[in-house]
């Protein structure tokens, strides 16, 4: 893999690998509930992220949360970016001073735009970009002077938000680790490359999705194009993945149409939750939640205006729902290298999942070829049977196109819609 393998790498992809199955499996916590948690465990300095990190180990040794300062993990970082998920404390800021640069060095959100150096330093900073409108609104400007008015206040802002940017780093006392060194820019990075995360991953997010079909089953969706060459169309994916990657589907008795939209969610990052009788999708790496309710036909909201669209129920673009940060939807969060640079989590994903699709393809008709040979050669004694020389390109496309239109039928039955497809 094109990753390079650092000592703090592999320390952050073994803690990401022991951590992240458990916690995936975990059911959703509703946002309050996670909030009055951090706040009744918060009086003292012992927080250093309690409730996200307790029982989230698997061994038998009891869970020891890692320290404060670990810039190299990014489960503690998840676990800080979590804080700001709630919209009603964290309103979206300007890239320069957006939730993730404050969760890289340390930061949480601890109240309206409230931010602390939890088990830290115990620093907060209040961020108010507001200053910016009463200024607008309390001045006495004469319209001649708007276009000033507009300058003076977008510099205003500008000012503003680099006072902030500064506080990233100093808002921390002296003393405080955190203002000495922060996470590193690719402590977001998803790998998704690893089979012994992607695999797992992939099968919690799919059977999850099951678990909320009958939501999930006449909503629209929009994904990733796999016109792209070396990427599989999602019907292929699941005929030709080994059975053991998404495993069977649980108690749940999907149709093939079910499997399919289960599939093509969890790809895109997505499982499917729970919360309060409302069924969600949910993204583990940006925490952004999408209600299924408002994507069902029909479903008319209570203060719509809009005539025109009535009945015809809103398109759930796959990629785009993914807060505008999240790996899962950008390249430059994601920072892969190599022949993967440029690509977000979703991509990669994708083109990993084709590939082991592919492989697996292959190697069983490797075998039944050998298989074949055996018979044919059945008083032979020679057990090291040579294997049969791999399939040239030509033979794999032939393959490939024989499989498509063996799937032809199977995927005219459904209708999930195409990255491009025009929005309603
Ligand atoms: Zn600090
Ligand atoms: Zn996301």
């Known amino acids: 893999m094109p990753e390079a393998i650092e000592t703090t790498k592999r320390k952050f992809y073994k803690a990401l690998d022991s951590l992240q199955n458990p916690r995936a499996a975990r059911p959703v916590e509703p946002a309050a509930k996670r909030v009055r948690r951090s706040i009744s465990t918060s009086s003292t300095v012992s927080y250093s992220t309690p409730n996200l990190v307790v029982g989230s180990r698997k061994d038998d ?96 802002e500008d000012a503003l938000v680099g006072r902030y940017r500064a506080l990233v780093v100093d808002g921390h006392a002296d003393s405080c680790l955190w203002r000495k060194a922060g996470c590193k820019d690719d402590v ?106 408002m994507y069902q036909p029909g479903y008319k909201p209570a203060h719509s205006s809009i005539d025109d669209d009535a009945g015809d129920s809103a398109i759930i673009d796959l990629v785009e729902m993914h807060r505008e940060h999240c790996p899962w939807r950008n390249a430059q969060t994601q920072k892969s290298a190599g022949s993967l640079s440029g690509l977000n989590a979703s991509q990669i994903l994708q083109r990993v999942v084709s590939t082991c699709a592919r492989d697996h393809t292959r190697r069983s008709e490797e075998q039944q070829r050998a298989g074949a040979q055996r018979e044919d050669d059945e008083l032979d004694d020679d057990a090291s049977i040579p294997a049969s020389p791999a399939p040239s390109r030509e033979e794999v496309e032939k393959l490939d196109k024989e499989r498509d239109s063996r799937l032809k039928k199977l995927k005219s039955l459904f209708s999930i819609k195409r990255k491009g497809s025009k929005l309603p």
């Open 61 to 156: 040794s009891p869970a020891r949360p890692p320290p404060n300062f670990s810039p190299w993990s990014s489960e503690t970082f998840l676990a800080r970016l979590k804080t700001f998920s709630s919209v009603s404390l964290w309103h979206p800021k300007p890239e320069a001073i957006s939730e993730v640069e404050w969760a890289k060095r340390g930061w949480v959100c601890v109240g309206v735009n409230t931010i602390a150096c939890k088990g830290g330093c115990q620093k907060r900073v209040v961020i108010s970009l507001e200053a910016t409108k009463q200024r607008e609104d309390g001045a006495d400007s004469e319209e001649d002077d708007e276009q000033d008015d507009t300058d003076h206040e977008s510099a205003f």
């Open 188 to 293: 977001y990075h998803l790998p998704v490359v690893r089979a012994t995360i992607w695999q797992p991953e992939l099968r919690k997010r799919y059977r999850s999705v099951h678990q909320i079909c009958e939501s999930v089953r006449d909503i629209k969706l929009k994904a990733l194009p796999y016109e792209t060459p070396g990427l599989l169309s999602t019907e292929r994916v699941l005929a030709d993945l080994p059975a053991g990657v998404l495993g069977p589907p649980g108690e749940e008795q999907p149709t093939p149409e079910d499997s399919l939209k289960a599939l093509e969610i969890a790809l895109h990052g997505w499982r499917g939750s729970e919360d309060t009788g409302n069924e969600l999708l949910h993204c583990d790496a940006c925490f952004q939640r999408v209600g299924l309710w």
